[in-house]
């Protein structure tokens, strides 16, 4: 272990154009090595003469010798039938080094930004868009953008790689963090959903991040409320999704306490003490106290 990090590490890709892929496999690799690397980029059919890594160029994917490329016939294709890039097939082998050794975060990393970016370098369709003549901006768009145009005379492209090579780093290290708190946050949700008695009412003893919660418990087929504490003290009560990838709920809160703005009034109509708002689209209420939140709850329950 000691003497992968004596030396700075010759990295080896492809010159010209960047993509979200080569500039991912060196952010990784620029991680493993905690910056200690040289950055080679070279024109494709250019000899390798000296090299640690080599990827996104040269036809040969042999892990043992650090070669990761995803072009030459028999590349290697994921069981799902999205071929990895470059990045897939470096996080694939070092992705649990970086993670020190927690498959969980390796996982929720490779779901979350390398399989996306495999897919996107290889031509693979992994959304559909909903309104026509639009889809959504994603990270690689952004990268891509940062090539110089048709137009501008900036060529020096192996800089600007360079350079976007430490942002880059700086997600995907960031992202790593996220990822190791999620799982901790993950496990916390689903033991409230496993010690629940009525599980349609979960239960948080602490604020975690909506996304989370929302996407473990619509995964179960019977949470229809979570009530959780705010940040600011006040208590929350929403109503979950009827899956991971839909913004619909399962139950909405009764269409006359939505948008009310007055809270004697809403209490009035909500029969229940401390109630201070029901959002105009009835996925989500606050109350002051947790009892308050509960008695919401059973209310919307009985409608």
């Known amino acids: 272990m000691m003497n992968l990090f004596k030396k700075k590490k010759i990295l080896v890709t492809h010159g010209g154009g960047f993509h979200a892929d080569d500039l991912f496999v060196t952010s990784a690799l620029y991680l493993l090595h905690k910056g200690r690397v040289k950055i080679k980029r070279i024109k494709r059919g250019m000899p390798v003469n000296e090299a640690d890594y080599v990827y996104d160029i040269g036809g040969i994917y042999d892990p043992?010798?650090?070669?990761?490329?995803?072009?030459?016939?028999?590349?290697?294709?994921?069981?799902?039938?999205i071929p990895y890039s470059s990045f897939g097939l470096i996080w694939k082998h070092y992705g649990p080094l970086i993670c020190g050794g927690d498959e969980a975060v390796v996982e929720r990393i490779d779901k979350r930004i390398v399989v996306p970016i495999d897919a996107g370098d290889n031509g693979v369709q992994i959304?559909?868009?909903?309104?026509?003549?639009?889809?959504?901006?994603?990270?690689?768009?952004y990268l891509m953008a940062e090539n110089p145009t048709w137009l501008e005379n900036n060529q020096n492209t192996d800089k600007i790689f360079n350079d976007l090579v430490k942002k880059t780093a700086k997600i995907l290290k960031r992202e790593i963090i996220v990822a190791r708190d999620d799982v901790v946050a993950e496990k916390i949700i689903k033991e409230a959903y496993?010690?629940?008695?009525?599980?349609?009412?979960?239960?948080?003893?602490?604020?975690?991040?909506?996304?989370l919660y929302q996407?473990?418990?619509?995964?179960?087929?019977?949470?229809?409320f979570v009530i959780m504490p705010t940040s600011d003290k006040k208590w929350k009560a929403e109503a979950i999704r009827k899956d991971n990838?839909?913004?619909?709920?399962?139950?909405?809160f009764p269409v006359d306490?939505?948008?009310?703005?007055?809270?004697?009034?809403?209490?009035?109509?909500?029969?229940?003490?401390?109630?201070?708002?029901?959002?105009t689209s009835g996925f989500v209420s606050f109350c002051l106290t947790k009892e308050g939140a509960i008695s919401l709850v059973q209310k919307a329950l009985e409608e």
């Open 245 to 252: 990838f839909s913004l619909e709920s399962r139950k909405l």
């Open 215 to 224: 996407d473990v418990l619509s995964s179960f087929k019977e949470p229809l």
């Open 127 to 141: 959304w559909k868009p909903v309104f026509d003549g639009y889809k959504p901006y994603l990270l690689s768009d």
């Open 194 to 211: 496993e010690g629940a008695q009525d599980k349609r009412v979960i239960f948080l003893e602490q604020s975690l991040p909506r996304y």
């Open 257 to 279: 306490w939505r948008g009310v703005l007055n809270q004697n009034e809403l209490e009035k109509l909500t029969g229940a003490k401390g109630v201070i708002f029901c959002h």
């Open 64 to 81: 043992d010798n650090n070669r990761f490329d995803h072009h030459q016939k028999g590349a290697p294709v994921r069981e799902n039938g």
